[in-house]
C-alpha cells in the first residue's frame, strides 16, 4: 500500500534469492578444502575489502557477498556490508545491493551512515527502476502512473489529474486512479463541493477495487470532516477490516467513536493503535479520554503519562488525530 511495503516485499525476496544462491547450500558432502581455513578465508576478506575498497567491485563483490552471511564480528560485518552495498550499486547488481542493506539495518539499525547509505542507494535504485520503465516500455501505464505521481510530489495538481484521467480513458478499470484524484481534490481545498468531487471518486474506487482500506478510510475522513460520525465509523471500521495493519484506521475509529459518545466501544481500536504506533502521543491521550470517560482512572493517569513521555520525545504535540492519510 505504500512504498515501504513494495520495499519489505523486495527485500524479503533479495534476501530469499541471496540465500538460495549461497555458496555454503551447494558445498555439503564435498571435499575439504585445504585454502578454506580460516587463516585463508580471512585473508581472501582482507583482500576483497582491499579491492573493493579500490574500486575492483566485479573482482571482489562474490567474496563480499558470502562473508555477509557468515561474518561474525560485529565491526567486519560493518566492513563488509557497505562495501558489498557499495560495490553491488556500483556495477548495478540491485538485488545483492538490497541483500546488503537489509543486513546492515538489521545488524545496526540506529547507525547514521547505515541509514544515510540505505536512503541514498534506494533512492538510486527508484530512479534507475524509472529510467528503465520509461525506456523499456515507454507507452505502458505503469509509465504514465510514474509520470502521474510526479506530477502529483511536485503539486503540480491540474496536471496530475490530467494526467490520472488519461489514463483512465485507455484503462478504465485501472484500480487506485480514482483514489488518486480524490486525493489530489481533499488536498487542494477544503471546501464542500472538492470533498462531494472526491466521494464520488471513492465511490467509484470501490466499484473497482472493493477492498481498498484507503479508499474506505479517506471515505471516511471525509464524513468525519463533515460531522456524519456514524458513516465516518463504518468506512473506518471497514478500513481497519480490510488491512488489520492500518493505524491510521484504528486511531480515526476510535475518535469518531468517542465523538459520539461511545466511549467504551472506542477503548479497543484505540488500544491497537498505541499499540502499533506506541511513539505518538496522540494515541495516548485520545486513549486516556476513553479511559476517563468509562471510569478507568488509573489506565487514564497511565496514558496520559504516556502521552506526555512521547511528546517530550518526539517534540509532537497530541495533536488531533496524529494520523496521516494513505
Given amino acids: 500500500m505504500c512504498g515501504l511495503r513494495r520495499f519489505r516485499n523486495l527485500a524479503s525476496a533479495a534476501l530469499l534469492l541471496a540465500l538460495a544462491e549461497s555458496p555454503a547450500?551447494?558445498?555439503?558432502?564435498?571435499?575439504?578444502?585445504?585454502?578454506?581455513?580460516?587463516t585463508a578465508a580471512a585473508n581472501s576478506l582482507d583482500s576483497a575489502l582491499a579491492q573493493a575498497g579500490k574500486g575492483y567491485c566485479k573482482e571482489s563483490l562474490?567474496?563480499?557477498?558470502?562473508?555477509?552471511?557468515?561474518?561474525?564480528e560485529k565491526e567486519m560485518q560493518y566492513r563488509v556490508g557497505m562495501a558489498?552495498?557499495?560495490?553491488?550499486?556500483?556495477?548495478?547488481?540491485?538485488t545483492v545491493a538490497i541483500d546488503a542493506l537489509l543486513q546492515l539495518r538489521t545488524q545496526f539499525p540506529q547507525n547514521p551512515e547505515v541509514l544515510y547509505t540505505s536512503a541514498r542507494f534506494l533512492s538510486l535504485l527508484a530512479d534507475q527502476s524509472a529510467q528503465e520503465l520509461v525506456k523499456n516500455a515507454p507507452d505502458s501505464y505503469q509509465a504514465a502512473k510514474l509520470n502521474a505521481e510526479s506530477l502529483e510530489s511536485q503539486q503540480r495538481w491540474d496536471d496530475a489529474v490530467a494526467a490520472y484521467r488519461k489514463i483512465l480513458e485507455l484503462?478504465?478499470?485501472?484500480?487506485?486512479?480514482h483514489f488518486r484524484?480524490?486525493?489530489?481534490?481533499?488536498?487542494?481545498?477544503?471546501?464542500?463541493?472538492?470533498?462531494?468531487?472526491?466521494?464520488?471518486?471513492l465511490l467509484q474506487e470501490l466499484e473497482l477495487n472493493p477492498t481498498s482500506a484507503s479508499a474506505e478510510f479517506v471515505l471516511g475522513e471525509v464524513a468525519r470532516r463533515s460531522g456524519q460520525w456514524e458513516e465516518a465509523i463504518q468506512h473506518f471500521t471497514r478500513a481497519s477490516q480490510l488491512d488489520v495493519g492500518f493505524a491510521e484506521a484504528y486511531l480515526a475509529l476510535g475518535m469518531s467513536l468517542s465523538s459520539t459518545g461511545k466511549h467504551a466501544e472506542a477503548i479497543a481500536p484505540l488500544e491497537r493503535y498505541v499499540k502499533i504506533v506506541p511513539e505518538n502521543p496522540a494515541g495516548h491521550y485520545q486513549l486516556a479520554m476513553a479511559y476517563s470517560?468509562?471510569?478507568?482512572?488509573?489506565?487514564?493517569?497511565?496514558e496520559l503519562e504516556l502521552q506526555r513521555k512521547t511528546a517530550e520525545k518526539t517534540g509532537l504535540g497530541r495533536g488531533p488525530t496524529g494520523g496521516k492519510m494513505r
Fill in 293 to 302: 470517560r468509562t471510569g478507568n482512572r488509573d489506565g487514564a493517569a497511565r
Fill in 62 to 72: 562474490s567474496t563480499l557477498r558470502s562473508a555477509m552471511h557468515r561474518v561474525l
Fill in 181 to 201: 484524484i480524490a486525493r489530489i481534490l481533499l488536498e487542494r481545498s477544503s471546501t464542500s463541493e472538492a470533498a462531494e468531487k472526491a466521494r464520488a471518486e
Fill in 171 to 177: 484503462y478504465p478499470k485501472l484500480p487506485e486512479m
Fill in 84 to 94: 558489498a552495498a557499495r560495490c553491488a550499486m556500483a556495477i548495478g547488481e540491485g
Fill in 25 to 38: 547450500s551447494s558445498q555439503t558432502n564435498r571435499p575439504a578444502n585445504p585454502r578454506s581455513s580460516p
